[in-house]
Each structure stands twice: as C-alpha cells, then as structure tokens.
C-alpha cells in the first residue's frame, strides 16, 4: 500500500511540475500579446470579453471529468485572470462596501487577479467608469425572486454613453449572521430591502417580531451588526461573514433555493461577437392604440427570441413608458440588423446598450 501511494504521488509531482511549467509558458504568450497590441497604438484593449467566454466555453465543451465542467471553468478563469494582470491590472467598480455580493460577482467574472473599488451607489459605479477612473464597473440588474433592480435601469435611460460589456448569473444564499449562537432574543435585523424580501417566508416563521431594518447594502448590514450594538443580527453572505467577524447563525435562509441575481458589466467600448451573445435594447414607442404589437413584430419576423422585456416611465411624460428587452444574438448578425432597421421605423426611439457574451456559467 505505501509504494502503491509513493507511484501515486509521485506521478502527482511530475505532473505538478508540468503544470505549472506550462502556466508559466502561457503567461510569457499573454506579455508578447501585450507588445503585439502595445505596438498597435495608445488605445491599446487587453481585456477582450468575446475571447475569455469562447475560451470557456472551449473548457465546457472538453471537459471529461473527474472535476466539474464548473471547477475547470473557475480554475481557467483564475489563470487567464492572472496572466491578463501582466498585461494590465484592470480595475472594477462595484456596488460596495467590501463584501457584496456586486463584489462576489465582479470576482466570479474577473477572477481574483484584478482589483476592485467599492462605491457606495450605483450612480457612482456609472459615473467611475464614464470618467474612465476605472475600466469597468458591475451593477445588479435583476433577481429571480423579486424582479428587476429599477434603479439600474433608469441610469440607462439618462442618456449614459456606457455599454453592457458581459453578465455574471451569481447563485445567492443568505446567511443570518451574528455575535451570538442564541438569535431568539433578537430586536433587530439589518439587510438591504432586496435580500429581507428573498428571505420573507424564513423570517416570517423563524422570527417573526424582530424589526426588519433596511440599509444601503448586506455589507453594510454586517458592518452594523458587528458594531457592538446587542441583540442585532444581518442577513448577508458568508464572505461578509469573514470580513465583519460574525457568525453563522443559521444558513441559506433563502425562501428559494435556486435564488440568483443577474448583474452586468459595464464599461467604454463595443464587445465583438462571441458566437454566444445577447443584446439589449432600449426601446420608447409613441402612446397610441397598437404600438406594442408593432414594436414586436419585427422580432417575429426575423425570429429573434426575445428572454426579457420590462417597462418604465420615460418620465418625459404621464404614462409614456420605454421597454428594457434582451435578445439572443449580437448587433452585427445579419438577422439583428435587419430588425434594427424595421424597429427604427416603427418607434419613437431606438438606443442599443449593448451586444455581449452569454453567461457561461
């Protein structure tokens, strides 16, 4: 049995090396990429959102096993994140304080190699990218629970010149943190409004006197639960949990176990086609009988599938709205264009934010 394992690990050791000779081979390959592009001009874009999902895709498609198609697809992720920070270290905005799940998913998207600025509004994260203080930024834009995230939306109708770069789908579980293991003797709960409504039914049962207290973020809740404040606890997750010192309370008191939130990518130019894209759209028609219809019938026509369609008001006047729609494909497809062209016609106003990759993961 122990020579049995010395030949195993062994092995192990041989191919450790070669691993490791190989990831150091292709970083060298992404800093001649970096001179080849530095050659190129000042505008130089290292960061190619099309190239990383193609290339992750690539990894789903061949792997066999044992490790998950997931595991393998985080390990590249975290290897071309680090050879990208050889070629620029990017920054990214996010919805902070430190530990949200906006940085959660800026992570998951960039890997742990870029660094990432907190903001305290989504405003700010707009306004840090459009000043070009850092490359991009992430923002929530819905949840599977409890819907779209206005605020998100309405920064796109106020004439921002950013574009969605990419989408992260980040599968969300809360945690009831604390100080103390006993949370029966709790007065009040932190947590931002959309994670005490993703928690509801939990908390109805479980705890059903306790004050529910909004704040700005679950970061924030777990910065005020740890504050000294007694018989307080928040609901946030478990990196937060690390940062702020708390514990566990009680795990995964989500309503829905499958509960995910959407966030996007923002950032300064166009993404070319990956083979696997969305593109969104906002859309304003005029306020008469049958402009919806009419709106629609250009997808139908080129068989475009459409995967979201939310309304606002235009707030340029009562009860005019404009239409936030995903489609599945980029701007430069054939079909898309020829879309394009008939919506142009047959709306008041047309504003493409953005073709970029499908989530991979």
């Given at each position: ?101 906006t ?36 923002v ?22 950013l ?6 789908d ?58 000294g ?33 959407r ?23 005029p ?43 980029h ?31």
């Amino acid at each position: 049995m122990t020579n049995k394992l010395e030949i195993i690990r062994e092995k192990i050791d041989v191919l450790d090396k070669e691993l490791q000779d190989m990831i150091n081979e292709r970083a060298r390959l992404a800093q001649e990429v970096a001179q080849v592009k530095q050659a190129q001009g000042d505008d130089t874009v290292y960061y190619r959102p099309e190239r990383e999902a193609a290339v992750l895709r690539e990894v789903l498609a061949r792997n066999e096993g044992p490790l998950s198609g997931e595991d393998m697809a985080r390990l590249f992720r975290e290897i071309m994140s680090a050879c990208l920070a050889l070629e620029q270290t990017l920054q990214v905005a996010f919805l902070g304080p430190e530990g949200t799940f906006t940085q959660a998913a800026a992570l998951k998207h960039f890997g742990y190699s870029v660094r990432t600025v907190s903001m305290n509004t989504i405003d700010e994260v707009f306004r840090e990218v459009e000043s070009a203080a850092v490359n991009y930024g992430v923002v929530p834009v819905e949840n599977s629970t409890e819907g779209v995230i206005n605020h998100t939306l309405d920064l796109f109708m106020q004439q921002s010149s950013l574009v969605i770069c990419g989408e992260v789908d980040l599968r969300v579980h809360h945690h009831l943190l604390g100080k103390s293991q006993d949370y029966n003797s709790l007065k009040r709960i932190y947590s931002h409004q959309q994670s005490l409504a993703q928690c509801r039914e939990w908390l109805n049962v479980r705890l059903p006197g306790v004050e529910r207290v909004p704040v700005s973020s679950n970061a924030e809740a777990a910065r005020r639960a740890a504050a000294g404040e007694e018989q307080v606890a928040a609901i946030a997750s478990d990196i937060a949990a690390d940062i702020y010192g708390l514990e566990i309370l009680e795990a995964n008191i989500e309503d829905n176990p499958d509960n995910t939130t959407r966030f996007l990518i923002i950032g300064r130019q166009s993404v070319a086609s990956s083979g696997d894209d969305k593109t969104s759209l906002l859309v304003s028609t005029p306020n008469k009988p049958g402009a919806l219809h009419q709106m629609l019938e250009p997808f139908a026509e080129n068989t475009i599938s459409m995967s979201r369609i939310e309304s606002r008001p235009s707030r340029l006047a009562n009860w005019e709205y404009v239409f936030f729609i995903d489609i599945n494909g980029h701007v430069e497809d054939e079909k898309i264009i020829r879309c394009l062209d008939a919506l142009r016609e047959k709306t008041s106003m047309l504003k493409v934010l953005g073709s970029y990759p499908r989530a991979v993961l």
